[in-house]
């Protein structure tokens, strides 16, 4: 079973910025980040394939930015310009194969909570 483990979430002030690590205890061809916040439907905010192939949801193109490790093991979002809408439990998980989207994630981790005061 793979388990993936969340951190670096915590409160900032709009326009700040945090960086969220993601640590797998194997490598898994996809790995993604999405976030929820109560009341509404978990989103996908970027995922990164085998192949370094990367996709953004639009609200976050040009602030957020998805990478991995060189053994691939480990995933990182650097979220800058953070705004209060960004506020969410924010969501690792992986998969063994693509389309790198959420109905294909089939581990996840426990999230870690993201806080944007304006």
């Known amino acids: 079973q793979v388990q993936l483990v969340e951190s670096g979430g915590g409160s900032v002030q709009a326009g700040g910025s945090l960086r969220l690590s993601c640590v797998s205890s194997?490598?898994?061809?996809?790995m993604g980040w999405f976030r929820q916040t109560p009341g509404k439907e978990r989103e996908e905010v970027a995922t990164?394939?085998?192949?370094?192939?990367?996709s953004y949801a639009d609200s976050v193109k040009g602030r957020f930015t998805i990478s991995r490790d060189g053994f691939k093991k480990e995933l990182y979002l650097q979220m800058n310009s953070l705004k209060p809408e960004d506020t969410a439990v924010y969501y690792c998980?992986?998969?063994?194969?693509?389309?790198?989207?959420?109905?294909?994630?089939?581990?996840w981790g426990k999230g870690t909570l993201v806080t944007v005061s304006s």
């Open positions: 998980a992986a998969s063994e194969r693509g389309p790198c989207s959420e109905p294909y994630m089939n581990y």
């Open positions: 194997e490598y898994r061809y996809c």
């Open positions: 990164l394939d085998g192949y370094s192939t990367s």
